[in-house]
């Protein structure tokens, strides 16, 4: 009987630790490229080194994300290979943001919408970009959209396009269409914020997007990464987006932030953890799990062992979340 009962508890931590670590986790960290009217603004110094022969982490990401800004011409091509090659070394799938709320015309145009919007992008400049990646040999498995229903329908800034959804969906994959010009297979995840609003609404418009982008690009997105702010009133929506998007047999994933800057590397390490525990408290059956930063805190991605970097978070969600 004891050993019995020793059985059925190995087999209950083992299904427990399989739970856990059922979600593919994406990391995407800062780099350390210049950003701004005047090149002044500066998010971190350290991504280069986390491309290290003998690195300070332990690179324990199914996948790792740069920026679109990284994928245009403010990277370097020395610096995208020399990353492409940590990355395939490790088996990590490399995901490049795309900016996917693509405007009317390829050139600007007085009054237009869509002018210094978050994701929006002119049209042939997608194809142009990766063109430039696949002749450094890049290997991207994944496109990652900047959130083409929340900027582009959503949105109600002063140059706010405030498409319909159908049409939103429409660019969003002629911006996909132009990248797989030259990866053809790499898969299309995409983030959204899922606003606050009415549940009926929300949900009635998620499944719209979902039906509307897969129509437009001929195949279903992916994945959709839901970007919202973990301390405050989201689970119903998400909740609602990751039962929609699984019954269109799309992926379903979340980003693990904090709200804001924070005030210091100390806290925002602490309010990762804290969003962490809040995604585990929730028992949403996510898919995918991504671990971002697109502030000034924490400054420094390295080294892991410091506990007020953001590879300390990585590593903490690997070791609490039964990733070894």
């Not at 437009?216 to 998007?245: H, K, Q, S, Y």
Request: hydrophobic share 45%; net charge negative; glycine share 6%.
């Amino acid at each position: 009987m004891r050993n019995f009962a020793l059985i059925l508890i190995c087999g209950a931590m083992f299904a427990l630790t399989q739970t856990a670590s059922a979600a593919e986790v994406w990391f995407a960290p800062n780099d350390n490229l210049r950003r701004g009217v005047g090149h002044d603004v500066v998010l971190n110094e350290d991504f280069p080194q986390l491309f290290d022969d003998d690195p300070a982490w332990s690179a324990r990401t199914d996948v790792f994300v740069i920026s679109a800004f990284m994928a245009s011409g403010a990277g370097s091509q020395e610096e995208l290979v020399r990353l492409a090659a940590f990355l395939e070394q490790r088996r990590i799938k490399l995901a490049v943001g795309v900016h996917a709320t693509l405007t009317e015309s390829a050139k600007p145009v007085a009054g237009e919408c869509g002018t210094a919007v978050e994701g929006a992008g002119r049209a042939g400049q997608n194809e142009q970009i990766f063109r430039r990646l696949k002749q450094f040999n890049l290997d991207i498995a994944y496109l990652a959209l900047d959130e083409p229903l929340t900027f582009g329908h959503y949105f109600k800034g002063n140059t706010a396009c405030r498409n319909p959804i159908v049409e939103t969906a429409r660019r969003a994959a002629a911006a996909v269409a132009e990248i797989h010009k030259s990866y053809p297979q790499a898969r299309v995840v995409d983030a959204e914020a899922a606003p606050p609003m009415e549940l009926a609404q929300w949900r009635s418009d998620f499944a719209e997007w979902l039906d509307a982008y897969r129509q437009a690009a001929g195949a279903p997105l992916d994945a959709v990464v839901f970007d919202v702010n973990l301390f405050g009133d989201w689970r119903a929506r998400v909740a609602a987006g990751v039962e929609i998007a699984k019954r269109h047999g799309v992926r379903a994933g979340v980003f693990v932030i904090k709200p804001g800057p924070g005030v210091s590397d100390a806290q925002a390490v602490a309010d990762y953890k804290r969003a962490i525990a809040e995604i585990d408290a929730s028992k949403i059956p996510f898919d995918i799990v991504t671990i971002a930063n697109w502030t000034i805190h924490p400054f420094a991605n390295l080294p892991q062992s410091e506990p007020t970097t953001l590879t300390h978070v990585l590593d903490f969600y690997n070791r609490t979340h039964g990733r070894k």
